[in-house]
């Protein structure tokens, strides 16, 4: 068996940041520390912090009075943040500054008295923070077909904006159905589709075609985990999304000769070394690097952990 190994794969900057400044508040403050949702959506990252005494939680209620709090990469609304100070928690924000890109382009179209689309998932942590920031302005798109639903009031005064994990190839679906219907819609001054994310979906888009089994390392909640799986079964190749090795079931492999390995923007690198380690003692897999773009990304850490860093 070959194994092609894609690159970039696994933890862009906003995730490396977040998890530097979790395990640098833990330093600082002692466990517990208590984190608004999970750090990222990364079951071995989630399982390892709480081991280190991270505490997460989906309601602030859940965190006493004038506890540390950290947000999570994926962004909080500004109600979060209003309930955070009334109970005087000491908080730090990880927000990935991508996000926060976004969620400044939500508040500044609300204030030109726009309506804002955003293309993205129901439910999601990001969409739930990015939508907080003008929720009488902003309408979720899901697919290509709400499009079709939409009743907007002035199409003069109108912008689409996306969640930063989506499927680059889904959202120009959805942008184009929107700029069909709606031709003078704004766009955002950048792309909002995070770079990362684009990265690892061209890789497999690149990488996909020499294989014939694509495993992506990535946990069932990580948006962007899941679009890499997909785009195996775009390519009409058997894709399966795995915490880690020990998800992987025999008959997939079976008759297998050449399998892509990746892993989404929020799995560690620990998870793909066990999963090579797993297919070299099985299967006598050798490995092929196949690097389609550089990352030299890094975000600076909140300000209130930069002199812990420094020091």
């Not at 294989?211 to 799986?229: E, H, P, T, Y």
Request: net charge negative; glycine share 6%; proline share 5%.
């Amino acid at each position: 068996m070959k194994i092609i190994l894609a690159s970039p794969r696994g933890f862009c900057a906003g995730v490396n940041m977040a998890i530097e400044s979790l395990d640098l508040a833990l330093q600082k403050f002692g466990a517990p520390v208590y984190v608004y949702h999970e750090i990222v959506h990364n079951k071995y990252v989630v399982d390892d912090f709480r081991k280190k005494g991270a505490v997460f939680v989906d309601d602030l209620n859940e965190v006493p009075e004038g506890a540390n709090l950290l947000f999570s990469a994926h962004g909080v609304s500004p109600e979060i943040r209003s309930v955070s100070k009334r109970r005087k928690l000491n908080s730090i924000d990880a927000t990935c500054p991508l996000v926060t890109k976004v969620h400044l382009e939500a508040v500044k179209y609300a204030k030109l008295k726009h309506t804002i689309l955003l293309i993205g998932h129901d439910g999601h942590d990001e969409v739930i923070g990015t939508m907080g920031e003008a929720p009488e302005n902003i309408i979720l798109v899901e697919t290509a077909a709400d499009v079709d639903r939409l009743q907007i009031e002035d199409e003069s005064k109108l912008v689409y904006l996306t969640q930063t994990t989506l499927s680059v190839d889904d959202a120009n679906k959805i942008i184009a159905k929107l700029r069909e219907r709606f031709p003078n819609i704004t766009n955002p001054p950048k792309d909002d589709i995070c770079y990362a994310t684009q990265n690892r979906q061209e890789a497999v888009k690149i990488l996909a075609p020499e294989a014939d089994l694509i495993l992506v390392l990535g946990s069932q909640n990580s948006s962007n985990s899941k679009r890499l799986r997909e785009l195996a079964e775009e390519h009409g190749i058997p894709g399966y999304l795995i915490d880690g090795f020990q998800d992987i079931q025999g008959e997939w492999l079976e008759g297998k000769e050449v399998v892509l390995v990746t892993a989404g923007a929020s799995a560690p690198e620990i998870v793909v070394e066990e999963c090579l380690d797993y297919l070299h003692e099985r299967f006598n897999a050798t490995v092929e690097l196949r690097t389609i773009r550089e990352e030299n990304v890094s975000f600076p850490l909140p300000r209130p952990l930069r002199m812990i860093k420094s020091s």
